[in-house]
């Protein structure tokens, strides 16, 4: 079990030095996990490419993993472990991914997936059984979708069929993260053959016991990206498991995951941050020390503007996750559809930004190995976070069903989101898993950014510049509202044209330019990072969204773009994240 400081329910208002205890937490896995850009340190960016290329997850890294017990980051405080903000673990989880994204999915995101189900909607005895098989360095798998149905849960043929008190398990499941090695999997089953979502049912089955003739392994699948990850399938033919694998009710498979991945969909995101991060910083390393013309790559204007615009596309989309992953504290019953938005848009702005900077890498984008080789592996690894069951085309699914009511309910009526949403290093109370709605017809997050209106400064070029975006974005937000009301019936389902994803994607895009409003301002209010309450960043960030949604927005004044290159170079030389924390790292 977990030693250290004694489990605490965090069920009361707040639990004072949670942002001491964060601080300390990721600055001991940055610590322990050393400098990646020295090759004589066996979690270097060299060593980690050679796991890759041989296909195997970096064993060093997983014993440094279990030496610091990181499965108990993904178990609650109350269960014995460390979880008790969703965006603290963000910041923890951001230390490994910023290395390898293999090693942060292969290692503990995937139970991380898994056990929020049984959070979620476990009994007593099943969240006990689970946190011991985490804090005792255990591993669980969840497996959701099946390759012939993809996303589409309603249709999944894999069956727990009522049987002797308990279940049978019957058919595969494909493509699992760890399936191999799992101590226990989370499998989302049919349990009635009747249609519809009441249908399926979610059960946590241990490996320990099973019958071992009536179920196996299947092959492991070779895949593109995140190439160290275990990924293979089960098949049960009859396999008995016990009662005491539901959780939940029966018939609640559907709500179990839909509330799970509330959570899990606000977190991945901001950890995939840490991914880019370091892309970046590869790029500057390279622009800084190769020269062209007599002069460095820096020097060159594309360059330079390229490298302060992912910069910038990195803020805003950690603005984003930060704001999904404390509304899963402070507005539970509002996540749905803001941890959708976060799960579409930002591994896709990440993606993209990292996309640009190779052009600034040239022909060394192209090599895996060496100096800039991590680099060549991120991007190869960042499009995974797209996939399967939490893909973009599923979350647009679960926004667009939401546009229509959001349109007639909230949309220039709701109140603004409170401060905390936006503050990073603030108390949260504890994550109310009973109060996760499916759906809601509230939005405080877009209602920020009407409000801002009312509340930006003019007396400086840049807050004039950004005053004029905020209008145009509250334009934009006007226009969603009116195309949501006129959605005809048929696109108001996940089975809708093509408008009414493009719909959300300016919706998601809109909920983005909010976070980065609301983040500025209480940065600005508080009085606390310099830089963040500059609104030269925030008119950057603004000015990148309009244009992504086909606005032409006037040019900048000049000292935005100085700005974000000074701050560019300052946390490159001072070797500080490229998030919203500004964290001194190892390397």
């Known amino acids: 079990m977990l030693t250290g400081t004694p489990p605490q329910d965090l069920r009361t208002p707040t639990a004072p030095g949670q942002e001491a205890r964060a601080a300390a937490r990721v600055a001991e896995l940055d610590r322990r996990l050393g400098d990646p850009t020295d090759e004589r340190n066996e979690l270097s960016y060299a060593r980690l490419l050679e796991a890759d290329e041989a296909g195997e997850l970096s064993g060093p890294g997983e ?7 990181l499965n108990a980051d993904f178990v609650p405080r109350a269960e014995g472990g460390r979880l008790e903000r969703l965006d603290t673990l963000v910041r923890v989880m951001r230390q490994v991914f910023r290395r390898d994204v293999a090693l942060g999915l292969g290692y503990g995101v995937t139970s991380f997936m898994a056990a929020v189900n049984v959070w979620t909607s476990g009994d007593a005895a099943q969240r006990a059984r689970l946190a011991k098989i985490l804090t005792g360095g255990g591993k669980v798998s969840v497996a959701y979708h099946e390759l012939a149905h993809g996303n589409d849960f309603l249709r999944n043929e894999f069956e727990a069929r009522p049987a002797d008190g308990g ?17 226990a999997w989370v499998l989302f089953s ?13 059960l946590l089955v241990e490996r320990d016991g099973l019958d071992p003739d009536s179920w196996q392994v299947l092959p492991r699948y070779d895949a593109v990206g995140v190439r160290g990850c275990l990924l293979s399938g089960l098949r049960f033919d009859g396999t008995p498991v016990p009662a005491s694998a539901l959780v939940g009710e029966e018939g609640k498979g559907v709500e179990t995951a839909l509330r799970a991945f509330q959570i899990t969909r606000s977190a991945l995101p901001g950890m995939a941050v840490g991914t880019t991060d370091t892309a970046l910083r590869t790029v500057v390393r390279f622009a800084l020390g190769r020269r062209l013309y007599r002069k460095s790559v820096m020097d060159i204007p594309h360059a330079r503007g390229t490298l302060s615009g992912a910069f910038t596309d990195l803020l805003t989309c950690d603005s984003l996750s930060l704001a999904a992953t404390r509304a899963v504290h402070l507005l539970p019953e509002q996540t749905s559809v803001l941890a959708a938005a976060t799960k ?4 896709k702005v990440l993606a993209e930004a990292t996309q640009e900077l190779s052009v600034v890498l040239g022909a060394r984008f192209y090599i895996r190995d060496g100096e800039h080789g991590i680099f060549q592996k991120h991007l190869r690894d960042l499009p995974v976070l797209s996939l ?12 667009i069903p939401q546009l229509s009511r959001l349109a007639r309910r909230s949309w220039f009526s709701d109140e603004p989101a409170p401060a905390e949403l936006f503050q990073p290093r603030t108390d949260l109370p504890g994550l109310p898993y009973d109060r996760l709605t499916l759906a809601s017809g509230r939005d405080a997050l877009s209602a920020t950014l009407v409000a801002a209106l009312d509340r930006l400064p003019g007396a400086s070029p840049e807050e004039r510049a950004v005053q004029a975006l905020a209008l145009q974005l509250v334009d934009e937000l006007g226009q969603v509202r009116e195309a949501s009301r006129a959605l005809a019936p048929e696109d108001r389902t996940a089975l809708a044209g093509p408008a009414a994803f493009a719909l959300a994607d300016r919706y998601a895009v809109l909920l983005a330019a909010a976070a980065v409003i609301g983040v500025q301002q209480q940065a600005s209010h508080d009085g606390g990072d310099a830089f963040l309450a500059d609104p030269a960043w925030l008119a950057a960030a603004l000015h990148r969204l309009a244009r992504r949604l086909g606005r032409r927005p006037a040019a900048l004044p ?30």
């Open 167 to 183: 279940y049978r398990l019957h058919g595969a499941k494909q493509v699992i993260n760890n399936a191999s090695r799992a101590d």
């Open 558 to 587: 000049a000292s935005v773009d100085d700005r974000m290159h000074e701050e560019v170079l300052r946390r490159f030389h001072a070797r500080t994240s490229y998030d919203l924390y500004d964290t001194p790292l190892a390397g």
């Open 63 to 69: 014993r440094a993993l279990d030496e610091l017990g």
């Open 388 to 399: 399967g069951h939490a893909g973009s085309a599923a979350c647009q699914a679960t926004i």
């Open 344 to 347: 579409y848009l930002v591994p």
């Open 190 to 202: 049919r349990t009635s053959p009747a249609p519809g979502s009441r249908s399926h049912s979610v």
